[in-house]
């Protein structure tokens, strides 16, 4: 004795893989399925459509082939109203939440599918009724409110994944995910360096997530041109990346290493604190820039272009500067806030902001990831960043590049 439950997907369900996904998802879980309906599309802008029965042996079974696959944009037939339950207490959720991915959400209230607003993986939904009607949005568990209507189950849920462009020409068709160490360097700078020319011409936002060994390995004064310029809207580092690029400007150092030489100067270990020092006297960045303590490097001109930044602290911080976040949870939502507002983001040699952003992101965000180490842009791929595309190579050679191919 089987159970069964209808599916249908639809979009360029065969270029992105959403359909051999779904088949394999099946399989490799026990079950076994049909394909009751399946019209292709025959151009580059036709949709296809598929419609399955799924089967299992046993309702537990089946429940958990259709979560898999509502994770990857198959959704039930028929569907009917969300399920919404009120938040118990502050911070605690209703057993059994739908917890959403990072993917475009819809949610159907009172009969009709609403998007889920600032959507991103690991969250609740949340459903409002407002005299304008129903709005949902996506809240991360610290938020959540007692008596919230949060969604419970996936019934009335709808995941939308980013679909593959039939058509990969353009300055964004190079970036169908993955990691390489293999492509072509010089071409593949070009095709970013497009990409964010690109964004900046339609009026979009790039944010830059960078790591201390961008400033150790000789890109920081590239990187301050891409800020200079105008290509650069937003930074978000950790208290390492802010010190470091502060040190260089004050001695020529970074971690007592001199970037242009590669000399360890007498004493130049503590340059790194010396900085530090000088800039909690001054009381903050923007007050050591306007007394003419710092006058070069990303930290000036993130102050003189009126670049926002967020410094999100760690346990094992020097300092910090005092415009390091400290608090985790109010580093979390200012990381947040910028990750909402971002249209492409370059991750550049970190790897722990590169997953703290990527979990923030909206899947139809465009990602790219550079780092010498290729455990980095696995490691964000595998934590759901799919729509990231990977580079392993020296940061110090790709950010001059870079510069160098988007402001000649």
């Known amino acids: 004795m089987t159970v069964s439950r209808a599916v249908e997907l639809d979009g360029h369900i065969i270029d992105s893989g959403t359909l051999q996904t779904c088949f394999t ?36 079974e089946l429940k958990a082939i259709i979560h898999e696959l509502h994770q990857n944009g198959a959704n039930p037939i028929d569907p009917k109203d969300a399920t919404l339950e009120p938040a118990p207490a502050d911070q605690v959720v209703p057993t059994g939440f739908y917890s959403t991915t990072n993917h475009p959400t819809d949610v159907r209230v009172d009969g009709e599918w609403i998007p889920v ?31 919230d209507h949060v969604v419970v189950g996936e ?24 990691v390489s160490s293999e492509r072509p360097s010089q071409s593949t700078i070009a095709k970013i360096a497009d990409a ?16 201390p060994a961008l400033i150790h390995s000789g890109a920081r004064e590239a990187l301050a041109r891409l800020v200079r310029t105008g290509y650069i809207d937003m930074l978000s580092a950790g208290n390492g990346f802010a010190v470091h690029d502060i040190e260089r400007d004050r001695y020529g150092t970074s971690l007592g290493m001199n970037t242009e030489t590669l000399d360890h100067p007498r004493s130049g270990h503590k340059h790194h604190i010396y900085a530090l020092s000088e800039v909690i006297r001054a009381g ?33 911080d020097d300092g910090p500067l005092p415009d390091t976040i400290t608090d985790t949870i109010e580093a979390q939502n200012a990381i ?33 990831c550079v780092d010498i180490n290729p455990a980095t842009v696995t490691q964000l791929l595998d934590r759901g960043s799919d729509q990231a595309v990977g580079m392993v190579t020296d940061i110090g050679t790709f950010v001059p590049m870079l510069a160098e191919q988007i402001c000649e």
């Open 336 to 368: 947040r806030e910028q990750a909402h507002q971002a249209d492409m983001v370059l991750m550049l040699s970190t790897l722990l902001h590169s997953v703290a952003v990527g979990n923030c992101l909206p899947s139809t965000t465009r990602v790219v």
């Open 117 to 147: 607003e600032r959507n991103e993986m690991d969250c609740a939904v949340v459903v409002e009724r407002t005299p304008a009607g129903a709005r949902a949005t996506a809240r991360v568990l610290n938020a959540i409110e007692a008596d």
């Open 196 to 211: 964010i020319i690109e964004t900046k011409s339609s009026g979009g936002k790039v944010l830059a997530v960078c790591g």
């Open 25 to 60: 998802t099946i399989m490799e879980q026990g079950g076994t399925f049909e394909v009751e309906s399946f019209d292709i599309g025959k151009s580059e802008t036709e949709e296809s459509y598929a419609r399955l029965s799924v089967r299992a042996d046993t309702e537990d």
């Open 284 to 316: 903050s960045i923007p007050n050591a820039v306007a007394e003419g303590l710092i006058d070069s490097g990303v930290m000036y001109e993130c102050v003189t272009n009126d670049v926002p930044y967020v410094l999100a602290g760690s346990i094992r």
């Open 155 to 178: 019934t009335g849920v709808r995941v939308k994944p980013p679909e593959r462009p039939r058509d990969s020409s353009g300055a964004f068709g190079f970036m169908q995910g993955g």
